[in-house]
């Protein structure tokens, strides 16, 4: 490693422990909110990463929404929480158990608004239970859809099934955004250097409302970003 990346390292695992103890505190979605988007800027300013938002007037000024984002990087919900600043949408991440057991995410990931996806577990009604009571507070729910980083070459990972299941179980229209760059690689080049300003665009997308069974929610997604 670079002493630049030992440096970051070591800052963003203060940062993120330190937001997710002051994200104990906090009551409200909105206190929530705010302290996730500070966390947010606090870290990609010091990365000198800027976010480019395309289509910013299509996000719900409020409401709930499922929303479903394409995954390359661990600052992918860093980015969305940045374009979903001047909305009053609070969505509770789905979020895998090694985050939750995490030493560098744990506390924020268990204090942020999150629900646990325990993959080793046969019976998913618990994580489904879990979602409703979200969104029976009028909470969303935000999910990157791939299940995992796309590590690939494509431009998108293959879907899995749950999405939509949670979008017509809970009534949820959905709000796609596709983040155009590679924040991965992004990510690599202001660790590698960290001298220079970086922008990643991020493009939201139209609401795809839950009840339209004119294609799946994989095949929707790639034609409103022109994805193959």
Known sequence: MTYNQIKMAIYATYLTNYYGFKLKKAITPQEKKSLRIDYAKTLLDKLKLNVKVINEEKIPKDGQVLLVSNHRSVIDPLIIEIALQNSALFGHWISKKELYNSFFFGVFVRNGGAVLLDREKSNMSSFFTDIKACTKKGDSIFIFPEGTRNKSEKDLGEFKSGS??????????????????????????????????????????????YKDKSATLEDAYKSQFNLK
């Open 164 to 209: 939509q299941i949670i979008a017509i179980k809970n009534r949820l229209n959905i709000l796609p955004i596709y983040i155009r760059s590679n924040a991965n690689n992004q990510l690599m080049s202001s660790l590698k250097d960290g001298k220079n300003e970086i922008t990643i665009e991020i493009e939201i997308g139209d609401i795809i409302e």
